[in-house]
Nanobody
Framework: QVHVVESGGGLVQPGGSLRLSCAAS????????MGWYRQAPGKQRDLVAT????????YPDSVKARFVISKDNVENTVVNLQMDSLKPEDTGVYYC?????????????WGQGIQVPVSY
């Protein structure tokens, strides 16, 4: 069974930067898409960034030009999210997401989430 674990969260001041990482483990036969979502208090979980198997990235306008998603080329099972010029509205729980093929078939895998408070 595939698992993903996030790391790198923590308190950051507005205007600051933070880098999140997500590492996958388990019997991954094929990796389709990797991404990050976030959930602000009292709100739904929203897409932050995705990167496809071929490296195509996608961002909503709210984070475009401030966030960059990338893959670890060596492992190809680690996805990073570089967040710059952070704003208080970026506060939330950030979840790593991967769509992978494993022995059971194609599954969506979610991490436990990691807190990112943006505040003074």
């Amino acid at each position: 069974q595939v698992h993903v674990v996030e790391s790198g969260g923590g308190l950051v001041q507005p205007g600051g930067s933070l880098r999140l990482s997500c590492a996958a483990s388990g019997e991954i036969l094929k990796l389709y898409i990797m991404g990050w979502y976030r959930q602000a208090p009292g709100k739904q979980r929203d897409l932050v960034a995705t990167i496809s198997r071929g490296g195509t990235t996608s961002y909503p306008d709210s984070v475009k030009a401030r966030f960059v998603i990338s893959k670890d080329n060596v492992e190809n099972t680690v996805v990073n999210l570089q967040m710059d010029s952070l704003k208080p509205e970026d506060t939330g729980v950030y979840y790593c997401y991967e769509r992978v093929e494993e022995i059971r078939g194609i599954v969506d895998v979610w991490g436990q989430g990691i807190q990112v408070p943006v505040s003074y």
